[in-house]
């Protein structure tokens, strides 16, 4: 397992974990999504980088991959895309949701999401 390692000059204060994608949806899911944290790539995957955490109550959708800590099953990955300002994050939401979609499959929520209350 390799560690992602994010440039000095950005903070995690929120901890790191990284969501991958294979490469064939890589290039799509970077034009998709309205901000990129940090994302690296090698060959095979290509990961965005999300606080840590970022995958409670939540499955992400085959063939994504959650990786804890940022540690990746990945081949010497190379840092690809920095965010525009001084945060490494890409918002999970927006990731979640596009993965699912070049996927084809439904976003799940946890029981209570979206339902109305009181009623």
């Known amino acids: 397992?390799?560690?992602l390692a994010l440039p000095p000059s950005l903070s995690a204060d929120l901890g790191?974990?990284?969501?991958?994608?294979?490469a064939r949806f890589?290039?799509?899911l970077l034009g998709l999504l309205p901000r990129n944290g940090c994302v690296f790539a090698d060959a095979d995957w290509w990961w965005w980088i999300v606080p840590a955490g970022s995958?409670?109550?939540?499955?992400?959708?085959l063939?994504?991959?959650?990786?804890?800590?940022?540690?990746?099953?990945?081949?010497?990955?190379r840092l690809?895309?920095?965010?525009?300002?001084?945060s490494p994050y890409t918002a999970p939401i927006p990731l979640y949701l596009m993965a699912c979609q070049l996927t084809g499959t439904t976003p799940?929520?946890?029981a209570?999401?979206?339902?109305?209350?009181g009623a």
Request: positive net charge.
């Open 1 to 3: 397992m390799t560690r």
């Open 108 to 110: 799940l929520w946890p």
């Open 63 to 77: 063939p994504s991959h959650y990786a804890r800590g940022a540690y990746v099953p990945a081949t010497r990955p």
């Open 55 to 61: 995958d409670h109550e939540l499955t992400w959708p």
């Open 16 to 22: 790191c974990d990284a969501v991958g994608v294979p």
């Open 112 to 117: 209570g999401v979206g339902s109305a209350r």
């Open 80 to 86: 690809i895309r920095r965010p525009d300002d001084t």
């Open 26 to 28: 890589g290039i799509r």
